[in-house]
């Protein structure tokens, strides 16, 4: 069975500050590693995915994401922050036949002026 | 013009009630989802639909009924309902199944009294 951890429920940053959002996961064959991105009352929109290739992802918005199998992860980061950057970001994995996605319990970025 | 829609966007009911969720999709996908978030934001895929046919029913009581009238509909229909029900409800699609990005709605908010 695949499983995400998001060890951080809220991350608190200033604006123009670096940010990263950690996702570690937990699966027993190739996975595709998905971050989502939830702003307030609306529904999730991709931020970025990797499938296979190269580690370092980018995504929308100034993110960027890298894949790491050695540690099992999958980190979040954008260089500097924006107020409208504040969200709820979901990691979330899925089997290779993406039958299903199979999401962490999110991190919330909170940023402040 | 909104690629994945919901009805209602919020729902207030009273328990033992029979509500209705509707989802409809312009985008032309074959594939359908719908998903649960609890009230600590915990994301859960509760059907999937391909093609109109039931592919994933990940162990949701039989209150709850999915329907696919067409491929460009998923409906989710909750009988007696309870108050752990209260949640809110995304839809999704996906162009195909096998595909690794799912589109999402903007939920809709179930509250049961």
């Known amino acids: 069975a695949q499983s995400v951890t998001q060890l951080d429920s809220q991350v608190p940053v200033f604006e123009e500050a670096p940010v990263e959002l950690r996702c570690n996961y937990s699966?027993?064959?190739?996975?595709?590693l998905f971050w989502y991105v939830q702003y307030p009352n609306q529904g999730l929109q991709l931020l970025l995915k990797?499938?296979?290739?190269?580690?370092l992802v980018k995504g929308i918005n100034g993110f960027e994401a890298e894949f790491n199998k050695s540690q099992t992860s999958f980190h979040l980061r954008k260089p500097s922050v924006h107020i409208s950057d504040t969200a709820e970001y979901f990691c979330?994995?899925?089997?290779?036949?993406?039958?299903?996605?199979?999401f962490g319990t999110g991190t919330r970025l909170l940023v402040s002026p | 013009d909104t690629a994945v829609s919901q009805t209602p966007k919020y729902l207030v009911t009273q328990m033992g009630n029979d509500k209705s969720i509707k989802c409809e999709q312009n985008?032309?996908?074959?594939?359908m989802y719908w998903y649960k978030q609890d009230s600590k934001k915990f994301l859960k895929i509760m059907f999937s639909?391909?093609?109109?046919?039931?592919?994933i029913n990940e162990t949701v009581p039989n209150r709850f009924s999915p329907k696919s009238p067409d491929k460009a509909h998923l409906n989710l229909h909750i009988n007696s309902l309870e108050l752990g029900d209260s949640a809110v409800y995304f839809c999704?699609?996906?162009?195909?199944?096998?595909?690794?990005?799912?589109?999402f709605g903007p939920g809709t908010r179930l509250t049961v009294l």
């Open positions: 999704a699609s996906s162009p195909r199944q096998g595909t690794d990005t799912q589109y």
């Open positions: 699966s027993s064959v190739s996975v595709y």
């Open positions: 990797y499938l296979s290739g190269s580690t």
């Open positions: 979330a994995v899925s089997d290779q036949g993406f039958q299903k996605l199979v």
């Open positions: 985008l032309g996908h074959d594939t």
């Open positions: 639909y391909n093609n109109k046919e039931l592919i």
